[in-house]
């Protein structure tokens, strides 16, 4: 069992939970996850650390409420407990000086880009992370970066704020003004896939963290296998970061949308649109 | 007459008592226990058959030494407290073993009355008792006097648990912990509850927590705190290591990532630990309604995802396997409840590729085997045989060819000594590792064997833990 501390709504449907997890809390590092179950009848969801505080014991979680599960973890209220939290699992990021590092995040996504942006620019990077969001709500975490005295580009796709238009289209203007040594990516499979092909002209080493469907987290049930370079892998034991030049993401796409009718009727007995 | 005065020759004529079960027609789309149970007075005749040797080879022939010898006797005499109490003395995890042990290769292989007649069914009567035992509270474990020593078992399978029983039975402090949400291991998340039924696993690990063992769930042992880590601050005299065989292995061919295509432990603990096969599950599981499943494999595991796939309502379930029946590793006694329940058998075929439409498998290509010479195990090494390709149609393809070592200890503990296999060094008189103070058993150590080989790890690291902590090591 784990208490939730408190919650704060970051965006429509997007939720922040602060929750008692000192053992989490005091091994976690950036890029790292947590398998959590609201209910001792619930289904295992893995959701990324956004961040942690080692002697207080707590870490942070942001949760888009996409289906019955999440939508049941977001509604936790403080003082509430979660029935599993597990973690932190994966391996964590690679955080080493690479010189200038954009990190892009894409929706949700950008609470497991932040994290990692954070600890980059701690350790002698300079660091420009681009947030995307379709639309100005969906854009979180933006404040918080820039209070960690980052650079930051805000890009919505129907204009509401920062730059219109997708992430890629600042990070190529990026590439051409101020070329990066080193770029992570998180958020929706297509989004991460053109990141990909728009630094793999370029030979820009990038990262992508990955979000397979996944039950045990330790290696155990290889549901969330993904191919890299050809190569079967397991996000949970070998990522979930991996090399995005490399990464088969339609295949991760395909296998990502294995229960669509299950996770449909789940949605509905959830009250969920 | 009583039973007592029998003469062996009597004894020996009365046949063996078969297990009752279920009706294959009733099972098949149940989830509900397969074995019944002997009555007392089926156990009572059963356990007449044992003819008290003198030098009792079952008790040599048990991983775990139960004292096979004293209460098959006291069964035959209807002392059935007198041989519950032994069997709890020696067996923490009785009720479980009387269910899935491969008795036929270990106390029941060793009996005497095996070779002219059929063995004594040493493992239904150790079902009986721990079932008769359980059902009237459980007779008492003594436990003695703390020693103030503290120790750390990871992961909560027979081995962990064994050596967690067996530990704290000694008096020393244990604390088990596991990487999932319950405790149990294989137990719960690979074994299916018609062999095995859930209330049984919850009552032997209650048993076990009775004795003063603390269990924590949800403690990825590696990832949050490490092997030094429980040994530095965390107080740790020592630690034993019953992770488990992790990862499981795919086939390498085209097709595997398809939709459809899941290892044997996706599939099991989809169905075991995360309760899919409920209506109104939270997890879910391939729809098998009317489905035709294929599971490629020949062990026990095969043997559980087949069954389980035709309880979630396949129309076809059929055992794919490269060699014969006969060189299937799974217990006699699986096969033939899964062939009575309606599951199909190809021997001889291997998967070369899995075909699929939109991501989704649709067939498989399979080619025929024949045997060539005897390999490694002894078995005849199957071969393809050239042009023999034909195509099967399937919605669901289940891998279960086995398990390699979990990596996460090994990645997260610099010392500990491995072999090229990945498992953990261990010393076999022992189970010391190459870390000291550090004890390993079980899959971690064999690799994928069985639920008793792994309890025997778990006792007999216990026993030489014990013995260090004494001596102040």
Redesign the interface.
């Known amino acids: 069992m784990a208490r939730v501390l408190d919650t704060s709504e970051t965006g429509p449907g997007i939720t922040r939970l602060r929750v008692d997890a000192p053992?989490?809390a005091?091994?976690w590092r950036a890029g790292q996850f947590a398998i959590i179950?609201p209910t001792?009848?619930?289904?295992?969801v893995p959701l990324t650390i956004a961040a942690a505080h080692r002697s207080q014991g707590w870490i942070e979680i942001i949760v888009q409420a996409v289906g019955?599960?999440t939508a049941e973890i977001a509604s936790t209220p403080a003082g509430a407990e979660l029935?599993?939290?597990?973690?932190?699992?994966g391996i964590p990021s690679e955080i080493d000086v690479f010189g200038h590092v954009v990190v892009v995040g894409g929706g949700v996504g950008t609470a497991v880009a932040y994290p990692t942006a954070i600890a980059l620019a701690g350790a002698g990077n300079r660091v420009t992370v681009i947030v995307g969001g379709r639309t100005k709500d969906l854009v979180i975490l933006e404040d918080e970066l820039r209070a960690a005295g980052l650079t930051v580009v805000v890009t919505t796709d129907d204009g509401s704020a920062g730059v219109h238009g997708l992430v890629t289209d600042a990070l190529t203007a990026i590439i051409a003004t101020d070329p990066p040594d080193r770029v992570i990516a998180a958020g929706p499979i297509p989004m991460m896939r053109a990141v990909a092909e728009a630094t793999r002209p370029h030979g820009i080493a990038t990262m992508a963290s990955l979000n397979p469907i996944m039950?045990?987290?330790?290696?155990?049930?290889?549901?969330c296998?993904v191919?890299v370079g050809g190569e079967?892998r397991?996000a949970c034991?070998d990522g979930p970061e991996f090399d995005a030049h490399l990464v088969d993401f339609d295949?991760l796409a395909?296998?990502n949308?294995?229960?669509l009718?299950?996770?449909r009727t789940?949605r509905e007995l959830a009250g969920i649109a | 007459m009583t039973t007592t005065e029998m003469s062996t020759k009597e004894r020996m004529a009365i046949p063996r008592q078969p297990m009752p079960e279920l009706a294959p027609e009733t099972r098949r789309r149940s989830f509900a226990e397969v074995n019944l149970g002997y009555d007392a007075e089926t156990a009572i005749r059963e356990a007449t058959r044992c003819i008290s040797c003198r030098r009792p080879p079952c008790v040599a022939g048990c991983p775990v030494g139960v004292r096979i010898d004293l209460f098959v006797p006291m069964i035959a005499a209807g002392d059935f407290a007198g041989a519950a109490q032994i069997v709890a003395d020696d067996n923490a995890l009785a009720a479980i073993c009387g269910r899935v042990c491969p008795q036929e290769a270990q106390c029941e292989g060793a009996c005497v009355l095996e070779r002219k007649h059929r063995s004594v069914a040493i493992g239904n009567l150790e079902r009986f008792i721990a079932d008769w035992d359980r059902e009237r509270g459980g007779s008492p474990v003594e436990v003695a006097p703390p020693t103030g020593h503290r120790v750390a078992v990871v992961g909560s399978g027979p081995a962990g648990l064994t050596c967690a029983a067996d530990l704290a039975r000694r008096g020393h402090d244990v604390t088990v912990f596991e990487a999932l949400h319950e405790p149990g291991g294989v137990l719960a998340y690979g074994i299916p509850q018609y062999r095995l039924p859930r209330n049984i696993i919850a009552a032997e690990v209650g048993r076990i927590r009775d004795m003063g063992v603390a269990l924590e769930t949800d403690a990825v042992i590696g990832m949050a705190d490490t092997i030094d880590e429980l040994l530095g601050d965390a107080g740790f005299e020592a630690v034993f290591i019953g992770s488990g065989a992790g990862a499981p292995r795919f086939i390498g061919i085209p097709g595997e990532d398809l939709v459809g295509v899941s290892s044997a432990n996706e599939f099991l603990t989809r169905v075991n630990l995360m309760k899919a096969y409920r209506p109104d599950a939270t997890t879910p599981v391939y729809d098998l309604e009317g489905a035709h499943v294929a599971v490629f494999g020949g062990g026990n595991t095969a043997m559980d995802s087949v069954r389980t796939a035709l309880r979630l309502g396949a129309d076809r379930a059929v055992i794919m396997y490269r060699r014969t029946v006969e060189d299937m590793p799974a217990r006699r006694e699986e096969v033939v409840h899964a062939e009575d329940e309606g599951v199909e058998i190809m021997p001889l075929v291997a998967p070369v590729e899995f075909l699929g439409e939109d991501g989704r498998l649709t067939r498989v290509k399979l080619i025929r085997m024949e045997q060539g010479e005897p390999d490694a195990s002894g078995r005849r090494r199957p071969t393809p045989i050239d042009s023999t390709e034909f195509v099967e149609e399937i919605d669901v393809a289940i891998v279960a060819i086995g398990n390699d070592p979990n990596p996460i200890l090994r990645r997260t503990t610099a010392d500990l000594a491995h072999t090229s296999r990945g498992t953990i060094e261990v010393d076999p008189a022992t189970g010391a590792t190459t870390k000291r103070g550090v004890y390993a058993g079980g899959d971690i150590v064999t690799g994928g064997a069985t639920v008793i080989l792994a309890m025997g790890a778990g006792r007999l690291a216990a026993r030489e833990m014990d013995a260090g902590l004494r001596h102040g090591e």
């Open positions: 053992r989490v005091r091994h179950r001792s009848e619930s289904e295992r019955r599960t029935a599993d939290v597990v973690g932190p699992l039950i045990d987290g330790t290696g155990m049930c290889g549901g296998r191919r079967v397991f034991i295949l395909r296998r949308r294995a229960y009718d299950f996770e789940q």
